[in-house]
């Protein structure tokens, strides 16, 4: 039987219906930055996933009856008991985003010339690794160079490059073994339990600390229960304590899986390190009972990260995403597989072949969408992971040239995304009509958060 959204609507909010010519002069006055894009100028907006999804009725409820008071309040309380009894941590911080959870903790962990091992760093991640002078370096593992392959876990870490590393020349500068679930820079791929385990045992032979990037944990663990032969019988709460349980930590953006426009944690086992992330938190986000985090996106959260276990949801959030996929492929345009949950990853170069990647076919892609439907989406290529000299030329391109949809929880019917089908379909149709693009101005970290693009000409 046909699975369905288990929530019916309530509340709506009106999106923007904007002329081609409006887009056109909007995208122009961005410098053909999607990120400078106002978002009263976008129909679809599927840039990101993060903080973006629909909040429940419950939410809400439990949000407008939070504690305010500084230290200790009932919401903080609230959400430490959701967060201990899903990690089993000992040490629970509160923080008000992942990028904030991740300054610090790597500033409590990393030393300038160490480095940082992860299946992939994304791109705040690899800003955080790399503004305290260590080096962030992706070990992804052989199966994701293949896009096209039907491998249940891409998102896994290079087992053998891994341990190579360790006990080779690099292994003393190695600080930290960083995994993230799902593998959002590497086509929003799951990694499977046996890799967290094959990980885990790694870091305790050669005494390295193994973290979780969990912003997706839920996702992650549901994957596993649909792919994983010993998990199917499992549920997706049991999944995900069993990943929390391996790691000596974690940093988890709760905008993603807590459902929440705004929120993270840090957790930890060492309380050492509990120690000295205590101590950065209290002096630069908040004390340690709230973080930077307001008590009502702390209820928020508590609320959320139940709602996200409860595999009814998870399945019809699968199904959506996949709906997708099939509309996607029907109308000619090749993404990374298998399908995700949280995002599709168009394979940008492959649909305009005939820009070459310092034309940066995934950000010409992601402007088409936009200036053809209204739709907002980010590249992940060359723009986000190229090397580039002084004056803004690609000297050495990245792997793939894809462009990200990310889809918001519980907020865009089946019917929006068909309309985002379609306008792929219709450049598909005429996918040489689609103009390279050139950078202006960027600067040398977070590039794509801030550069200045323009058409290159004909």
């Given amino acids: 039987m046909k699975s369905f959204p288990p929530y019916r609507i309530q509340v709506v909010k009106e999106i923007p219906v904007t002329t081609r010519a409006e887009r056109e002069e909007a995208l122009s006055a ?30 809400e409820a439990a949000a407008a009856a939070a504690d305010r008071s500084y230290a200790g309040s009932d919401s903080y309380y609230r959400f430490r008991g959701v967060v201990d009894k899903l990690t089993s941590y000992p040490h629970i911080f509160p923080v008000h985003q992942g990028r904030a959870a991740e300054r610090v903790l790597f500033s409590s962990v990393l030393r300038p010339g160490q480095l940082s091992l992860s299946n992939t760093h994304f791109d705040t991640t690899r800003a955080n690794v790399e503004l305290l002078g260590a080096e962030a370096r992706d070990l992804p593992c052989v199966e994701a160079r293949d896009l096209d392959s039907a491998e249940p876990f891409k998102g896994n870490i290079d087992l053998a490059e891994l341990e190579r590393t360790l006990s080779g020349p690099d292994g003393p500068r190695v600080g930290q073994v960083l995994i993230t679930i799902t593998n959002n820079g590497g086509g929003g791929q799951p990694v499977s339990m046996a890799n967290l385990h094959a990980v885990r045992e790694l870091c305790r032979r050669y005494g390295v600390p193994f973290f979780l990037d969990a912003a997706r944990f839920a996702e992650n663990a549901w994957l596993v229960t649909e792919r994983e032969p010993g998990y199917r019988h499992q549920t997706p709460r049991e999944v995900a304590e069993q990943a929390f349980a391996l790691a000596d930590g974690c940093v988890a953006s709760l905008k993603k899986d807590g459902i929440s426009p705004m929120g993270a944690f840090i957790g930890l086992r060492d309380p050492e390190l509990a120690k000295r992330c205590e101590v950065n938190l209290i002096a630069t986000e ?60 168009l394979n940008a170069g492959r649909l305009l072949s005939h820009i070459p990647p310092s034309g940066f076919p995934g950000h010409a892609l992601a402007c088409q969408m936009y200036l053809e439907g209204g739709i907002r989406c980010v590249e992940l290529g060359s723009l986000y992971l190229g090397k580039f000299d002084a004056g803004h030329n690609l000297l050495e391109p990245a792997p793939f040239e894809l462009v990200r ?54």
Avoid at 435 to 443: G, I, L, N, T
């Fill in 30 to 59: 961005a410098a053909y930055n999607m990120f400078d894009v106002p978002a009263r100028k976008v129909t679809i907006d599927l840039l990101t996933d993060s903080g973006t999804g629909a909040v429940s009725a419950a939410q």
């Fill in 286 to 345: 908040g004390f340690r009972t709230y973080g930077g985090m307001a008590s009502h996106d702390l209820e928020r959260v508590a609320q959320g990260l139940d709602e996200v276990l409860e595999p009814d949801y998870l399945r019809s959030r699968t199904e959506e995403t996949a709906h997708l996929a099939r509309l996607v492929n029907d109308a000619g345009v090749d993404i990374v597989q298998p399908a995700g949950i949280h995002a599709l990853y």
């Fill in 405 to 458: 949809v990310a889809i918001p929880r519980r907020t865009y019917t089946l019917a929006h995304l068909e309309y985002v089908a379609e306008v792929l379909a219709g450049i598909a149709k005429n996918p040489q009509t689609v103009p390279e693009y050139r950078v202006v101005d960027a600067p040398p970290l977070l590039r794509h958060f801030n550069l200045k693009m323009a058409q290159a000409a004909a």
